[in-house]
């Protein structure tokens, strides 16, 4: 099989390399890429917002599936163009894509279904939402509705830290179209886990549980990240919690939705009450993808492909009993404004040690050299048996990795060691 992944970060390293043990592929493109993805994928100059740019390549390659990474191409509906010429995919439709695209629409659905979820007021003009700030208790979470990569939310512990977020996203647009229209809602307390699930359109199966690392700092403090590291291991969700998850958000939810093709991860927090939903998203998290495909046992590229024609029932999913963690290499000005070319040693050291595999999420190749391309750099992984091992090979094999103002969390993994 000919397979295109669309995007450029550690999330599509990690599926190219666990699409190119599929004795199935034939042959693998990644548009555009990183220093990572060459290895086994050839790159493809094709920006992941040009569907069309992309499908004409899909179809002059005779690319059998196209899996897309980023949610963006997603929004302005790259599967429904690959679907429509007859190409594999794998992402929702536009119009499903809103789960993720669209905080009010999912918040809605939500109410409608009765799912478990943050109560919530959606304001569609600034002073709607400073009125419903008046008598909100604090802290209290304002997000703006759109896509925003990640910098859409904001924890106001105070009334002034609100309105100020009311400010930014709807008056002064910082986050353009985007911040047009905010959801206001409850603060809740507890642990966060990243749920994802394969569906086919009429069955999905689900993965194993991981969590994200989202705040820049050590003790989950700084600014928030596209995500600092990752571990999975089967103590992030109990079996019975999960069994709830699998039957009172994710099976009624796709149930509602009708046909939806792709990737879901539900965003959850772990609440004294049970799990609610903090957000949908229709693509695979970064970075955790990275410690959830380590433990698939099965061919991934088998699974996309029953996924393409439906029979996803018909695959029995295995995973591999061994916890994995994912450690984030970032420039140390990160998230703010990064230095890049700087160049980075250690990589095939680290790659030869016991159970890792380094993804690269920033990178650059040139005249044989790796040099660092933005402000998310490597993504170091290990499995191991059981959470403790693989964050000791992970932390030992980021350490043997070199570049100007390398920095990480210290402390990736600690809540799933406490829990133990
Ligand atoms: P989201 O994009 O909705 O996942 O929000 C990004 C991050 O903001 C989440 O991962 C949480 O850390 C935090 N967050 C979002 N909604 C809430 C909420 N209702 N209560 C507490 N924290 C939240
Ligand atoms: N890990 C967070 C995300 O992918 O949205």
Partial sequence: MRVLVVGSGGREHALVEAIRRSPRASRLYAAPGNGGTRAHAEPVAIAPGDAEGLAAFAERHAIDITVVGPEAPLSLGIADRFRSRQLGVIGPTAELARIEGSKAFTKRL????????????ACATAEEAYGVLETSAFPTVVKADGLAAGKGVVVAETPGQARQAVADFMERRTLGDAGSSVVIEECLKGEEASFHVFAD??????????????????????PNTGGMGAYSDDGIL?????????????????DAVGAYTGILYAGLMLTREGPKLLEYNVRFGDPETQVILPRLETD??????????????????????LASASIVLVADTY????????KISGLEAAARMDGVTVYHAGTRWEDGHVYTNGGRVLNVTAVGDGLADALEKAYAAADAIAFEGKACRRDIGQKGLRRQ
Avoid: N
Wanted: with cysteine; proline share 6%; charged share 25%.
């Fill in 110 to 121: 939500c109410s409608d279904l009765g799912l478990p979820t943050a109560a919530y007021t």
């Fill in 201 to 222: 359109g009429t069955d999905f199966q689900p993965m194993v549980a991981s969590q994200d690392h989202k705040r820049r700092f050590e003790g989950d403090t700084g």
């Fill in 238 to 254: 109990s079996s019975e919690i999960r069994r709830g998850v699998i039957e009172g958000l994710i099976r009624p939810t796709l």
């Fill in 300 to 321: 991934l590229l088998e699974i996309f492909a029953a996924m393409v024609d439906h029979r996803l029932s018909e695959v029995e999913l295995a995973w591999k009993p």
């Fill in 335 to 342: 998230p703010g404004k990064v230095e890049t070319g700087r």
